[in-house]
């Protein structure tokens, strides 16, 4: 990704929105520290990612979870069997 500073972002502005139209992002800079990153309209944004639920339907729970190995764990704290 390429990196401009503030002084051509400004002298050169047009030509680096062409470039962003054309699907190229990069970052202006301010006396060599990043700044903004300018990324085309058509980029996906990482917000737009969504998360909740996107194993619906592909993982199965058993009923009884919270009791699957108990006779382990049993025998590891309390030495049972």
Known sequence: MDTVNIHEAKTHLS?????????ESFVIAKAGKPMVKVV???????TQVKRIGFLSGQVRVP???DRMG????????NGNS
């Open 40 to 46: 085309p309209l058509t980029a996906s944004e990482a």
């Open 15 to 23: 030509r680096l929105i062409e470039r962003a139209a054309k699907g």
């Open 70 to 77: 108990d006779e382990v764990i049993d025998e590891l704290f």
């Open 63 to 65: 009923a009884d979870f």
